[in-house]
C-alpha cells in the first residue's frame, strides 16, 4: 500500500528556517519528490532524492533516509514569496506511480 | 505540446449534468494522474495510467465518475450527474517512464456545480 503523512499547516517567521517533514510507506519506493504549490496554482517541482543524505539547492534543501521511510524539506532564509503549500511525493518503481501527500500548507509571517 | 494542457479551464455546470474534462499531456509521457482539489486542501488521487497497463481507478470516488486515455495520449475525465460537492479543481499530470522522473502539471480545470 501506500501512505504519505505530512503536517497541515505551518507558520514561520520571515528570515527564519522550517522544516517540513514527511514520513511515507510505500511499496517498491525508489524515491521521494518535493513540490511547491502556490494558492490558485498548479505543484510545480522542487527536489527529487533517490539516495540517503541531503541534497541543497540554494535556499532549499531536501533529506531523505530510506532506512526510516522519511524527509524533510528544509527552507533557509524564509521570505514571504514561500507562503505555499509543500507537497511530497514517493515514486513506487514496481507501480511506476508517483502517490503525493495532501501538502503542508505554510504560512511566512513578518 | 510544451507543456500538459488541461481544458477548459473553468466549468460552470447545473446539477445533474453530465462534464467532460480534457488533459493533453506533454508528448511521449507515458503515464498521465488525475487528481483533485478542492478550496484549501490537498491533492486527491483520482486515477493514473501508464501506457498500455490497466489503469490504476482507486481513488476514483464514486461510479459517477470515470476516465479514459485513447492511443496513450489524450485522457478524457467524466463526471456523470454532478452533484455540488464534485465542486473543486481538477489536475492533470504525466511523466515520463521509468527513473522517477519528475510529474508536470497542468494549470487544471476548476468545476463549479450550481
Known amino acids: 500500500g501506500q501512505n504519505i503523512d505530512q503536517p497541515t499547516e505551518m507558520t514561520a517567521t520571515e528570515g527564519a528556517i522550517v522544516q517540513i517533514n514527511c514520513t511515507y510507506q510505500?511499496?517498491?519506493?525508489?524515491?521521494l519528490f518535493w513540490y511547491q504549490q502556490h494558492a490558485g496554482e498548479a505543484p510545480t517541482f522542487l527536489s527529487y532524492?533517490?539516495?540517503?543524505g541531503l541534497e541543497e539547492k540554494g535556499r532549499f534543501s531536501s533529506f531523505l533516509s530510506r532506512s526510516k521511510g522519511y524527509s524533510y524539506l528544509l527552507l533557509k532564509e524564509l521570505q514571504m514569496k514561500d507562503s505555499a503549500s509543500y507537497l511530497c511525493?514517493?515514486?513506487?518503481?514496481?507501480?511506476?506511480?508517483?502517490?503525493f501527500g495532501t501538502g503542508t500548507k505554510l504560512q511566512v509571517i513578518p | 505540446g510544451a507543456g500538459v494542457s488541461q481544458s477548459p479551464s473553468n466549468k460552470v455546470t447545473e446539477k445533474g449534468k453530465d462534464v467532460e474534462l480534457r488533459c493533453d499531456p506533454i508528448?511521449?509521457?507515458?503515464?498521465l494522474y488525475w487528481y483533485r482539489q478542492s478550496l484549501g486542501q490537498g491533492l486527491e488521487f483520482l486515477i493514473y495510467?501508464?501506457?498500455?497497463?490497466?489503469?490504476?481507478k482507486s481513488g476514483l470516488p464514486s461510479d459517477r465518475f470515470s476516465a479514459e486515455r485513447t492511443g496513450g495520449s489524450v485522457s478524457t475525465l467524466t463526471i456523470q450527474r454532478t452533484q455540488q460537492e464534485d465542486s473543486a479543481v481538477y489536475l492533470c499530470?504525466?511523466?515520463?517512464?521509468?527513473?522517477?522522473?519528475?510529474?508536470?502539471f497542468g494549470q487544471g480545470t476548476r468545476l463549479t456545480v450550481v
Open positions: 499530470a504525466s511523466s515520463s517512464t521509468a527513473g522517477g522522473t519528475e510529474a508536470f
Open positions: 532524492n533517490v539516495l540517503d
Open positions: 510505500t511499496s517498491g519506493f525508489n524515491g
Open positions: 508528448s511521449g509521457h507515458t503515464a
Open positions: 511525493a514517493a515514486f513506487s518503481g514496481g507501480y511506476q506511480k508517483v502517490t
Open positions: 495510467f501508464q501506457g498500455n497497463s490497466a489503469p490504476d
